[in-house]
């Protein structure tokens, strides 16, 4: 009788002394980058710092997690990563000049800015903050590093300012020695 209690017991204390990590499975820490789960249509008249970003949908998972971030440099916006930027598939995100991929930066899982995944050989132009499809030709862009960039068309949109600027994301990422 002891050996058939004892079994259940020791895997009990086992499962309860197992070390998990929820940070691995809840994106809920630091600077992430999410997709939007739900296509947008970019319209360069729009002005994309009124969006009330509690109201936008994300995909489950973060397409880039904070840990994926070693650097930022804050003068560039230029992230440099533990991963290959190709992992991301940034070109197949801005499938559609129509409906490019909309993303959220998320600080805490509190959504800070959205911006575009933009492909530099769309025709249109884009208004607000974006990253590009990295080309090392074009961009000198190392293999694990990406830029988030920003830009209007003209003052008559720039209400705010440079959202990528907000301090609450600055001071979680020099307090983790992520700045650069």
């Known amino acids: 009788?002891?050996?058939h209690l004892t079994i259940p017991v020791l895997i009990g204390l086992l499962l309860i002394s197992?070390?998990?990590?929820?940070?691995?499975?809840?994106?809920n820490a630091g600077f992430e980058i999410f997709r939007v789960d739900t296509p947008y249509f970019h319209d360069i008249q729009k002005d994309y710092s009124t969006l009330d970003l509690d109201t936008i949908a994300l995909e489950e998972t973060p397409l880039l997690r904070y840990d994926d971030i070693l650097k930022y440099d804050t003068g560039s916006h230029k992230l440099t990563l533990g991963i290959s930027h190709d992992s991301l598939k940034i070109m197949e995100l801005s499938f559609d000049e129509k409906y490019s991929s909309m993303f959220m930066v998320t600080l805490d899982n509190d959504p800070i800015y959205c911006g575009w995944f933009w492909n530099g050989g769309f025709s249109r132009?884009?208004?607000?903050?974006?990253i590009d499809e990295p080309h090392y030709e074009i961009d000198s862009l190392e293999d694990n590093e990406i830029d988030i960039?920003?830009?209007?068309?003209?003052d008559y949109w720039q209400k705010d300012p440079d959202p990528r600027l907000n301090p609450r994301i600055f001071e979680r990422l020099a307090k983790d020695g992520k700045i650069e």
Not at 18 to 27: H, L, M, S, V
Request: glycine share 0%.
């Open 1 to 3: 009788m002891k050996t």
């Open 149 to 154: 960039k920003f830009h209007y068309q003209s």
């Open 125 to 130: 132009p884009v208004n607000w903050v974006y």
């Open 18 to 27: 197992c070390d998990c990590n929820d940070d691995d499975i809840q994106p």
